[in-house]
């Protein structure tokens, strides 16, 4: 088969695993920077170049969208579909976790638990909003995070308000979350792989952090989820439309809420918590894509 990874860093460790792992299943593989493909509209059809050339005979695209150019990876990953390549994850499902707001309505609307979250654009209604969620310290989203730098811990109302008057006066959407203490810096990150979860570590957050990103120096440590957190995450991603999804899940006194659904998780701090090859087994999930695909059009479904 022959694959394309579309990433904006080639070096980095997911683009790299993925590229490996693909050619030890014995695939072609290449990594692309989604900047670099030239997207056409023309005679009714759809079709993609690179560096000058006609982008043809492609089975698969594993797009690993992060957090700049969004727009622009999206409308790539778009074309593929209408080329008729499977992507794995679908467009309109990575469009829809990358908004947390739409992740967290959506995943409102078909029961599965969320922490308690509110959206507002006027600064007369935080106040309220605060003492709704049980007052400060409340939890600050960017609608748009990343490896939790738009993820913010408010102390006091004060903070919250001048933290948010900042966002807003920058045109940005933001959201107040209640802060889920009994969860003390740990949350469980479970990967779902084609409606099954693959790999799940608990991380725990450095010293003196409340988020618990291996980016921001947290720690993954392998765990084994009882089923009810193992259905709730493939509930989750299946909702969104994923086939690969890094499913973030905090356990409150309330039981385990989720948190977000990621569509291009970076899977390092997994695999070296649990052994898995992870690479592996999305390179072989991109290509039952492209097997079905061979046999009938790609259901929307996973
Ligand atoms: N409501 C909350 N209460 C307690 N801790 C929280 C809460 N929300 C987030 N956290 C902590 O902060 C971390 C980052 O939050 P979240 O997963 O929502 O954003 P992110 O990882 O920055 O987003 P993205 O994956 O889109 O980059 C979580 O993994 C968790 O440890
Ligand atoms: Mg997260």
Known sequence: MKLLVLSRKPTIYSTRRLREA??????????????RCVLYLENGRARVKIAGEEVAGVDAIIPRIGTYAV???????????MMGVPVLNPSAAISIAKNKWECLQLLTENGIPVPPTVMMRFPSHLM???????????????????QGAGVILAESNEAAESMMDTVWSLGEDIMVQKFIAEARGKDVRALVIGGEVVAAMRRVAKEGDFRSNIHRGGVGLRIELSQEMKDLA?????????????????????????????ASPGFQGLEEATDRDIAVEMVQQAVKLAERRRLGPVSPAI
Do not use: W
Not at 23 to 30: F, I, M, Q, S, V
Not at 135 to 141: A, S, T
């Open 128 to 146: 309220d909003t605060v003492g709704d969620l049980g007052g400060p310290p409340v939890i600050l989203k960017l609608l748009r995070g990343t």
């Open 22 to 35: 693909a050619r030890l299943e014995g695939h072609a593989c290449l990594c692309v920077d989604p900047l």
């Open 71 to 81: 727009e622009y990876g999206l409308a790539v990953a778009r074309h593929f579909e």
């Open 234 to 262: 493939v509930r989750a991603a299946s909702l969104v439309g994923l086939h690969v999804a890094g499913v973030d899940i905090l356990e409150s006194n309330r039981g385990p809420l989720v948190l977000e659904v990621n």
